[in-house]
């Protein structure tokens, strides 16, 4: 459904997207995950046809986005980062407007704006101006206006940036009944890595206008090799006897703590403890904070003011 090839983007001698390869699938919930300044919003505006890349191209929906603006236009849906409604119209009205300037047919749009006002749910504050919305209601408003001319690509650009939790986890609910509902391809970018892992098939963690990861959730968090545990020893713990544990695959020790990658930490954990002695230990699946971690670890010499970890300086809980 998209191919990007080489897709750059630079501003005077900052390169902001930097000669991107990539491509999604038809139905696939994409996220780009990186932290700010990464370059995902350049990415989508480009994808989007808002913003000409320095070089490079894409093709949306069988479409060039250098030859072919106009087509790709009518292919994709896009919510931006900041908030585009009108606030002293309804909500009905705001999507009245957009159904115009879409060229959705006259006869289908009463239809249509009740179905994508009833998909995110606001069928019933329709008739409210936006400026009573929440912030959570007026991001479902412009979701439901980027899907009013039935796109086949919706690009959703933080879709849940500044919403406070309970609006976050509700949001994710639209989301994914939207994926479920309407056949289309999903964009989504974020900084928040719940909400990445949450929602989609495949990510790519972008840092500097590069793709640094890309797989599913799960794979990456396989990456990391097994389940950690971490375990504050008592006294000198002797690593060897650790090692020669057939489920053990790495071992790492920090400060007086031991952390361990395993197989199975759950059924392990009776058997770790014999061998060390523990004053406190603690065992999770990795989530994509240690990924990222991992990641870092591998920048680290190119780390310093304004480096991988004070960019990521966000993730480091
Ligand atoms: N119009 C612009 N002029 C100059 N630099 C820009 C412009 N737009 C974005 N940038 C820079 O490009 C980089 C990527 O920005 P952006 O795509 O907005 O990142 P993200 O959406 O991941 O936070 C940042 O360093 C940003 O400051
Ligand atoms: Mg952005």
Partial sequence: MIKIQNLTKRYQKLTAVDNLNLEIAKNEVFGLLGPNGAGKTTVIHMLATLLKPTSGTAIVNGYDIISDPSKVRSSIGIVFQAPSSDDMLTGYENLR???SLYQVPSS???KRIQAVLELVGLADRQHDQVKKYSGGMRRRLEIARGLLHKPKVMFLDEPTL???P???EMMWKYIEKLVKEEEMTLILTTHYMEEADH???RIGIIDQGKIIALDTPANLKRS???DIVKIKTKSHTDLEELRKLVYVRKIESVDGN???YVDNARANIADILQHVKAEYVEFRSPDLNDVFLK???KNIKEDGEGGFMERYAQYGK
Wanted: net charge positive.
């Fill in 97 to 99: 407007v957009h159904t």
């Fill in 258 to 260: 031991v952390i361990l």
């Fill in 166 to 168: 309970s609006s976050r």
């Fill in 295 to 297: 990641l870092a670890s």
């Fill in 199 to 201: 929602l989609c098939n």
């Fill in 162 to 164: 500044g919403l406070d």
């Fill in 224 to 226: 990391i090799g097994g």
């Fill in 108 to 110: 289908q749009r009463k």
